[in-house]
């Protein structure tokens, strides 16, 4: 009887939960949103499945999803396995040309078709594909120091609206095409999803990241930001280390157009449907203009995220 009591519980707060999201399911539906997968989840079977189900979730509520991923750890194990020796200048990982070739064939293979696997197996419809592909992103030399290191400077997005017309989820690696010679870059991750954010003025960019979002002096996550703060917060020092690229990439697509991206934990569960269909959100979001969420009348928060 007591299990029976507490699964009806179990339901009705299930019930209550789709019942507040509603303002968000009506406020995203047709919306574009790129996500930044990478981190520990990615080696993870039960944490791959969970955000393969919640990126299906958000397709199937109306909303079109963009996969953006990583692979560093999977880059460094298989050159590991081949001898392939690194070299860094000043921290970073220069890219030659052999190192280029792995990098490519471990994004666009391995790791690439393990997330469009994953969200098939959730019963989604995905299409994986790299920066290569009808010239989605091409780039010039970053650094030139750091060898096939790509900086995108010119995007075409087409590809990716027909496949969002067609029902289907976009999962990009990213590596692109070199603007001079047809050569292959290796673009930062975060990079990628910015310049695919920008390029397709998405409502949202979501990075996720092992960390629980921007924090102020006191150590504490700061929900909500502004292009001015983040901008003072980095001057003054308080933003710093890995930070820095991750909130430079997010105030280059608000500044392209995207209108508000967020640094999310995505060792949370569920962090992306938080952060879009609640008012708590996952992280901290950084944004030019205030929510266009239309709130019930008997909603107190301040923010609707």
């Known amino acids: 009887m007591k299990k029976q009591i507490a699964m009806t519980r179990d339901w009705i707060a299930t019930a209550r939960t789709l019942s507040e999201a509603l303002p968000y399911l009506q406020r995203y539906s047709g919306a574009i949103v790129v996500i930044k997968f990478g981190g520990n989840a990615m080696g993870d079977a ?17 909303l079109n999803p963009v996969v953006v991923h990583g692979g560093g750890p999977m880059i460094n194990e298989m050159l590991d396995r081949l001898g392939i020796k690194s070299e860094f200048v000043r921290g970073k990982r220069v890219t030659d040309k ?3 070739e792995v990098v490519e064939m471990v994004l666009t293979g391995l790791v690439n078709k393990r997330i469009v696997q994953a969200i098939m197996d959730e019963g989604g419809r995905a299409v994986g594909l790299s920066g290569k592909d009808d010239d989605l992103m091409v780039c010039v030399a970053d650094d030139p120091e750091l060898g096939f290191v790509g900086r ?3 995007m075409n997005v087409q590809v990716l609206h027909d496949l969002f ?13 070199g ?25 949202r960019l979501l990075l996720l990241t092992d960390v629980s979002g921007v924090k102020n002096e006191a150590g504490e996550v700061v929900t ?17 280390g890995g930070m820095i690229p991750k ?10 157009g995207v209108r508000a ?18 008012d708590h959100g996952a992280g901290s979001i950084i944004r030019s203009a205030a929510s266009q969420v239309k709130k019930r009348p008997d909603q107190t928060t301040a923010a609707a995220r």
Do not use: W, Y
């Open 46 to 62: 039960d944490a791959m499945a969970s955000f393969a189900r919640d990126i299906v979730l958000m397709r199937q509520v109306g």
């Open 261 to 278: 991206a967020a640094i999310l934990d995505g060792r949370q569960p569920n962090a992306c449907l938080l952060e879009l269909f609640t």
């Open 224 to 240: 909500e930001l502004s292009l001015a703060e983040v901008r003072e917060m980095i001057d003054h020092g308080t933003i710093s």
């Open 179 to 203: 603007m001079e010679e047809n050569e292959t870059f290796n673009v930062n991750g975060d990079t990628a999803a910015g310049a695919i954010a920008g390029a397709l003025k998405a409502d």
């Open 165 to 177: 017309a067609a029902g289907i989820i976009p999962v990009v690696a990213p590596v692109a095409t």
């Open 98 to 100: 052999a190192t280029v």
């Open 152 to 154: 995108p400077v010119e």
């Open 247 to 256: 909130v430079d990439t997010a105030l280059t697509a608000v500044e392209n």
